[in-house]
């Protein structure tokens, strides 16, 4: 396993067009995140998973986001009706269960969103 | 929520010597992590080190070390003997113990390295 993986790498779409990202975690990380990151700015959590539950949402997960992991292997993270403001790189990192490794994340190489 | 910054938006250091940058952050809790991590240009992040806040010995990872000042809620980084590739953001992160698993960053800082 090489590590987190994301796709796709870029994606420009039109404002008001819905979008779909996917996150592929490392296989024995239960445990899955998807951050923003904005141009000049740190990552901005956005919600994470243990297993296939969602378990914690930031304020920033507007209703016209979703995020699902339904078998808790891979997850992924959709914007509806997209706006100018979502462009962004979207990344996603994993992490191990409680008490078999380390509290740090491993990220994926992220999803740069354009929204034109 | 705790916040956490950076307040050197760019640093630069000539290869080989050594260079440290700031973070500071706030909390009201006594057990949580920090880390530094690297995210070079158009390429993901990774970590660079992290520091349990219950341990008093500072971290360090090769030619990488910090200083944490529990009290004063300062975590610098110290890179040694700096090289070409050690150029990119340098992202402070901080992460509850026990209240959540977000991490929460800085605003980063830039780091230029000349040779």
């Known amino acids: 396993d090489t590590g987190v993986s994301q796709n796709p790498r870029h994606k420009i779409t039109k404002r008001g067009q819905n979008v779909t990202f996917r996150c592929d975690p490392i296989s024995e990380h239960n445990r899955l995140y998807w951050y923003r990151q904005t141009l000049g700015q740190g990552p901005e959590f956005l919600t994470y998973?243990?297993?296939?539950?969602?378990?914690?949402k930031s304020r920033l997960l507007s209703d016209r986001f979703s995020a699902e992991r339904p078998k808790g292997s891979f997850s992924t993270l959709e914007i509806q009706r997209t706006e100018q403001g979502d462009s962004a790189m979207y990344l996603c990192?994993?992490?191990?269960?409680?008490?078999?490794?380390?509290?740090?994340?491993?990220f994926g190489p992220g999803t740069r969103l354009t929204v034109t | 929520a705790q916040t956490v910054t950076q307040s050197q938006p760019e640093m630069s250091v000539q290869e080989a010597e050594t260079v440290t940058l700031s973070c500071t952050y706030d909390?009201?809790?006594?057990?949580?992590?920090l880390f530094w991590y690297k995210q070079p240009p158009s390429r993901q992040m990774i970590l660079v080190i992290r520091q349990e806040a219950y341990k008093q010995q500072n971290a360090t990872e090769n030619r990488f070390s910090v200083n944490f000042q529990k009290a004063a809620k300062s975590f610098s980084l110290k890179i040694s003997d700096s090289q070409l590739g050690d150029a990119a953001m340098y992202f402070c992160?901080?992460?509850?113990?026990?209240?959540?698993?977000?991490?929460?960053f800085g605003k980063g800082t830039s780091l230029l390295v000349t040779p």
């Open positions: 990192a994993s992490s191990f269960p409680r008490g078999t490794g380390g509290p740090e994340q491993y």
């Open positions: 909390t009201s809790e006594s057990d949580y992590y």
């Open positions: 992160a901080y992460r509850s113990a026990n209240s959540g698993y977000a991490l929460n």
């Open positions: 998973f243990q297993n296939e539950a969602q378990l914690e």
